[in-house]
Structures are given as structure tokens and as C-alpha cells.
């Protein structure tokens, strides 16, 4: 049987999905020896077109050049991955849609050729076309990442289930920095999977992630301010940060407002 | 005749996007170099305004995924200075001892990933792994990476993405037991690392590498008691001497049309060159005595003006790294828990730090609420972009003679030197070559 021929593709973001996969020294050699990988651009200078059976991409759509880039991925892929926070739900570069004007970010940002700058609103790829599955995290968890590989050559679906951070946090018996803290934890309407990683490094959970399936966001806004007493902005800081253009994250903003 | 054009759209084996282009004119005359970056920009600055100071750091980690840590920890260091927040010893020396892991880490990927290949005349490492005489060495590659890896594990919690450290400190710091451990992986790794600059030497020693020095002017920290990596004095070759935090007055900025990385110079002079190399010159008596005597044993002199020996600088980093990483773990001692402290005021501060890439700068003024009013961000690629143009337009004259495929790779070789991380860069590489 031919090796399947995985591509790796990156918008805007800072690359760190891709380094995920350099950082699985370990399983390194192994992966490379199950697939073939005709395109990976942070790791090798030849780099062939498609077509490619799966195609990892990692980043969020930013300007024309990229959406029209992404199309042609499309084109070429058979499954195409949606790969880390910033190709799922835009991440911290989606905040820029919330605020402001596109010409104030420039001026803000200190650029003075505008006419050199082609930006629109940042969003995940999904946005623009269909995903046949996702890795989530910001970085990714690498044996997620590991789990998925090893799914996708065996041709089944990996078991990532859709549970919130709390289940995951639970299990390890933390103490819960929501309830008995007091702390604006967004564990429970997060994604899990990175087995709670801050909550048991007795840090709040900040959403990287994107939304949990079936969380109630206007409920844990609620709780921000009504028993904690998170101002209004706090909140929506909270929600708009690395998943703001979900309609989950969008409906904990809506109940505060 | 037309012209000579050498044009890589996408620059490979470095991080982001970006493009060279070289434009040749007919009787050889050099038209143009230029080092586009076309990774778009995300505006990190402006979307830190109106944020909490506690989102910074988090925030700013995820400008680049390959330093993280020197962004998280310059704007950690600017909120403290803006706060007058004190810090303990421990949650110093923990932080140092992680930006020594990071230099480990780093190193170790841009020497055998991203720039080995090149020397050897491999197309990447997956290609050195299918050679059966190299895979030995791959292997160990990985195993020392993997090291420097799980030192950012276990201090932050994560390989890439910070989560422990925090304004004040660490909401958790690692075990005494766990620490100790590290230390003895450090220790096993040293043999390696020696072999790395025996390497790193062998191979920048090829001609026709040794011919190519540029002498520029290179700036990095600088600090009488130790390598320079988490704090100290800004320090150049050309005699720049200032504090830190005052590198905007120093270090001037402008946006050039077509590259969205903004270009770097020295007030009053001329462009400059920051990382490994910068570092090694001007702090080669802080060095551990291990790494100078491995520069000594491969006749590695400073000041070294040559950007391909870069690399070099690069392992023996990696030597110094693993002996400061054992002193500091030495001097940690038994850890013990410290809640992180600060008290939010208004305020103004400016931070630079070592990323493995060169100075990583960062200012930031907050409200008496602790709402960001200002951030000023600046990657050491962004540094680094006028100095790799003029290093093609000195060099690319001497390669005239060869072919298109030789010549794109001598000027991708150049870029990366300088081990560019373009998504920092721009808040990216393509080679265009053209020749008549």
C-alpha cells in the first residue's frame, strides 16, 4: 500500500502546530516512516503540489491571498484538517474584529504605508471551507496529535470526545478554582483535552481551546458577574479572546450586555 | 538584456512566510535585494490595547511559536518594571534557567533541522533520517531537543505555550526531585553537545564559507556576572552601551512598502546584526568555561564577522546552555511554593530579552486599572532584516559565476543564518532572483 501523502500548510499564525509535530522527537522517525510528506515548508525546500490525502492546516485566514490559497488546498485535498486554535476560531488575532476600525489598527500598530496593507476579519478556516476534521489547542496537545495520526492511518475516527475542561479537571482531583477559588475559570464551557492543563497548575482555564459542545456560556457569564463580580469588560474579554467569533463564545458577550 | 532574477517565493525550512527577491542587472551590476515578508500581519500591538496586563504575556507568547518564551518573559518584565512589582530570587533564577532551556531547544532545532541540511546538501532532515550513516545522528539531535523540551515541560508546563508563569511569578514551580533530574539528562548531554561544535565547525569550514565576513555591528545584552540572556545592559560591537529598557531611543524603526516587517537601525549608523553570533562576541568571557574551551578548540576567535559561522556560535550556546542550566538548577535548591504578588498602579516599562534569535523587545504602559494603554513590540528578525539585505548585496556580486539553483540556495543559505522567525518579524521568506 502507497504511504499516504500528508501535507502541512500554514496561514496566518505563528507556526507553533507545525513545531508541535518537530516536538514529537520521540515518535519522530516512526511518523516519518508510515507517511509521505510532499509539503512542509517550515521543514524541507522541495515542495511538490497536490494532490494530497490529508492536508494539516494551521492558521487563520487573514487577507485575500490567504482565502484564495486556502481554496486551492481545498482543491487539492482529500481530508483537510482544521490544525490548532487559529484555523479553528480565528484565536488571539480574531480580538482585532471586535475593536476598532481597520485603519486605527494600522495607525495603532505604528505601519505608515497603508496602501500596503491587505487585511480583512480574521477568521478560521471553516469559515470559508469544509473541514473534515479538527485538532484544537493552542499549541495542540501533542498526543492528540499523536492519537490523530495514528486514527488516520488506521482509517478510523479518533476518540476525541466533546467534554468541557471540568471533566478532565475532575478527574485529577484539583480543587476547583471556580467554585471554591472564586477565580473567572473558563473550564466549564472550554474544550477538554489537554487534560486541564492550567487548572492543575493552579491557574484558571482561559478558553484556548474554543467552546466545549453544548456549553452554556451565558450561564458562566452570569456567574462572572453576578457571584464574582466581573465587571462588564472583564467578561467580554474573557469570551473575546481565542474563540470570539464562535456563536458559543458570542453568547456569553450577549449575556452581559 | 534583461535582467537576472533570482525570486524564492517562500523561503523554506524557517518559520513564517516570507520571499528573497535579487535582481541582477546585465553586466552584473547588483539592482536589488530585498527580503520581502508577506506573512500577514496580526497586529498584536493594537490588540493589546484596551486588554488586561495579565493577558499580555499570554497574548504575546503567541506571536511566535518558536520563541515564545522570550516574548512572554520581555513583556512579564516590562509590566513588573511599569508596576514596581518585586520578585524573589527563586522566580528569577527559574526564569533564567528557561530561557537557557530555550537556547537548547532552539539551538538544537535551527542547527540540525533547519540549517544542517544546507551544509551537507540534504533537502531536509527527514532526508538526512533516510541516510543510514546520518540517522545515528538525527537521532541524538532529537534527543537533545527533546531535553530542552522538557525543561519548558516542566517549569511552564507546556512545550510551547506557557501556563505556569504569570506577573510576580510562578502560580506553580516544579519539584526539587523533578529539577534534579534534569540536571543529570543535562549532564549526559554535554558529550553531544561538545560533538555539535566539532560539527557545527566542521561544516562552516567548507569553502567556500570561510571567505564570506561582513563586518556590521552586533548587538545583544550584555551583563558583567553572566551570560546575558534574562537582563542586562544593550552593548555593541561599534560601542552602543545603554540600559535596556531605553532601546527605543537608540534603536530606530520604519515601515518599508512591500515587506511587512518594519526595518531596524542604529540611531546615527547603520544596521545591525543580533543573535548567536552578536551574543558570542560581545559576551564570550561570561561563556562557561567548557563552552570557551570548545570555541578555543575549533579556533573560534572573537569578534567573528562571518554571518555563516553563525551556526558555530549556535552549539557552542548549546554547551553554555546545559552548564548554566546545571548552575542555576544548583543555585535553585530546594523549591519552594511563592504565590505570585503584585499590586496593579499605573505605569510605563520597557524590557528587552534574549530570544535564541537575538533582542526581543518590549514596552507597556497600563492604567491605574491594569488596562493596557500602550504596547510596543519589536521581534529580533524585524532587527535583523536591513543587515541579511546587505549581506546578499555584498555577497551575491561573489556568486555570480553560478548557476540559478546554486545561487538561490547561497541566498536562502545567507537568510538563514539568521535563523529568521518571520511571523514575529511582521508582527515572513520568498528568494526572487533576477539576472540578466
Redesign the interface.
Known amino acids: 500500500m502507497a504511504k499516504p501523502k500528508v501535507a502541512f500548510f500554514k496561514f496566518s499564525s505563528c507556526s507553533g502546530c507545525q513545531l508541535s509535530l518537530l516536538n514529537l522527537e520521540n515518535y519522530l522517525l516512526d511518523i516519518l516512516g508510515a507517511v509521505e510528506i510532499p509539503y512542509f515548508v517550515m521543514a524541507q525546500r522541495t515542495n511538490l503540489a497536490g494532490p494530497y490525502d490529508i492536508a494539516f492546516v494551521e492558521g487563520s485566514i487573514n487577507t485575500p491571498r490567504e482565502l484564495e490559497e486556502l481554496k486551492q488546498i481545498r482543491k487539492q485535498s482529500t481530508k483537510i484538517i482544521a490544525f490548532g486554535t487559529c484555523a479553528n476560531t480565528g484565536n488571539v488575532q480574531s480580538i482585532k474584529n471586535f475593536i476598532g476600525t481597520q485603519r486605527e489598527m494600522e495607525e495603532r500598530a505604528g505601519y505608515t504605508h497603508f496602501e500596503d496593507i491587505l487585511s480583512f476579519p480574521v477568521k478560521g478556516i471553516e469559515h470559508y471551507i469544509k473541514v473534515d476534521g479538527r485538532i484544537l489547542g493552542c499549541a495542540p496537545d501533542l498526543g492528540e496529535i499523536l492519537e490523530f495520526l495514528r486514527c488516520a492511518l488506521l482509517g478510523i475516527n479518533p476518540a476525541f470526545l466533546p467534554h468541557p475542561v471540568c471533566n478532565e479537571c475532575k478527574l485529577k482531583e484539583n480543587v476547583c478554582l471556580l467554585l471554591s477559588k472564586k477565580q473567572p475559570c473558563m473550564g466549564p464551557v472550554s474544550a477538554g483535552g489537554c487534560g486541564a492543563l492550567c487548572p492543575s497548575l493552579n491557574r484558571q482555564c482561559e478558553g484556548c481551546r474554543g467552546p466545549a459542545k453544548d456549553c452554556n456560556p451565558a450561564a458562566l457569564a452570569r456567574i462572572f458577574q453576578y457571584q464574582l463580580g466581573l465587571s462588564r469588560e472583564d467578561i467580554v474579554r474573557k469570551f473575546q479572546k481565542y474563540a470570539g467569533e464562535t456563536p458559543e463564545f458570542r453568547k456569553g458577550v450577549e449575556a452581559v450586555r | 538584456m534583461s535582467d537576472r532574477r533570482i525570486f524564492v517565493d ?8 516570507g520571499a528573497i527577491d535579487v535582481v541582477i542587472g546585465p553586466n552584473g551590476e547588483i539592482k536589488e535585494t530585498r527580503w520581502k515578508m ?10 493589546g ?4 496586563c495579565e ?1 499580555i504575556p ?2 504575546a507568547q ?5 520563541c ?1 518564551h522570550p516574548h512572554h518573559f520581555s513583556t512579564v518584565q516590562a509590566i513588573e518594571r511599569a508596576m514596581g512589582v518585586q520578585l524573589s530570587e527563586q522566580t528569577v533564577l527559574l526564569r533564567k534557567l528557561f530561557l537557557l532551556g530555550d537556547v537548547l531547544q532552539s539551538n538544537a ?1 535551527h542547527l540540525y ?1 533547519l540549517a544542517a ?1 544546507d551544509f551537507v546538501g540534504y ?5 538526512m ?1 533516510a541516510n543510514p550513516e546520518l ?1 545515528p545522528l ?2 541524538k539531535a ?2 537533545l ?2 531535553l530542552g ?1 522538557d525543561m519548558s515541560v516542566l517549569l511552564g ?5 506557557f ?2 508563569s ?1 506577573i510576580g511569578g510562578f ?2 514551580v516544579p519539584e526539587t526531585s523533578d529539577l534534579r533530574k534534569t540536571k543529570e539528562r543535562l549532564k549526559a548531554a554535554k558529550e553531544f553537545a561538545l560533538e555539535t561544535v566539532n560539527l557545527a565547525a566542521t561544516l562552516a569550514a567548507q569553502p567556500p564559507y570561510p571567505e564570506y565576513t561582513r563586518k556590521c555591528e552586533h548587538v545583544s545584552l550584555h551583563s558583567e556576572d553572566e551570560y546575558a540572556l534574562y537582563d542586562g545592559r544593550l552593548i555593541s560591537t561599534e560601542g552602543l552601551d545603554i540600559p535596556n529598557w531605553d532601546y527605543r531611543h537608540w534603536i530606530i ?6 515587506c ?1 516587517c ?1 526595518h531596524a537601525t542604529i540611531k546615527g549608523r547603520d544596521s545591525f546584526l543580533v543573535g548567536p553570533l552578536a551574543r558570542v562576541n560581545n559576551n564570550f568571557r561570561q561563556l562557561s568555561a567548557d563552552a570557551q574551551a570548545a570555541a578555543f578548540s575549533v579556533n573560534f576567535k572573537v569578534p567573528e564577522f562571518n554571518p555563516f559561522m553563525s551556526i558555530v556560535a549556535r552549539a557552542i550556546e548549546i554547551v553554555h546552555a546545559i552548564d548554566g542550566a546545571i548552575e542555576k538548577i544548583d543555585q535553585i535548591g530546594q523549591t519552594r511554593q511563592e504565590e505570585p504578588r503584585y499590586q496593579v498602579q499605573a505605569g510605563e516599562g520597557y524590557a528587552v530579552t534574549e530570544a535564541p534569535r537575538g533582542i526581543c523587545c518590549h514596552g507597556v504602559r497600563v492604567d491605574k486599572n491594569g488596562i493596557v494603554e500602550m504596547w510596543d513590540a519589536t521581534a529580533p528578525t524585524a532587527r535583523n532584516v536591513r543587515n541579511a539585505e546587505k549581506d546578499l548585496a555584498e555577497f551575491v556580486p561573489r556568486w555570480l559565476h553560478l548557476s540559478d539553483s546554486e545561487l538561490t540556495l547561497m541566498c ?1 543559505m545567507t537568510l538563514r543564518n539568521y535563523d529568521p522567525c518571520q ?2 518579524a511582521t ?1 515572513a521568506f520568498k528568494v526572487n532572483l533576477r539576472r540578466a
Open positions: 517562500y523561503l523554506a525550512r524557517a518559520e513564517g512566510e508577506f506573512e500577514p500581519m496580526r497586529f498584536f500591538e493594537a490588540i490595547i484596551g486588554r488586561r493577558e499570554e497574548i503567541r506571536i511566535c511559536g518558536i515564545p532545532l533541522f541540511p533537502d531536509s532532515v527527514i532526508a533520517a540517522l538525527v537521532k532529537l534527543e531537543k527533546r523540551n508546563g507546556h512545550e510551547i505555550m501556563r505556569s504569570v502560580t506553580k524603526e520604519e515601515h518599508v512598502p512591500g511587512n518594519k536562502e511571523s514575529c508582527h
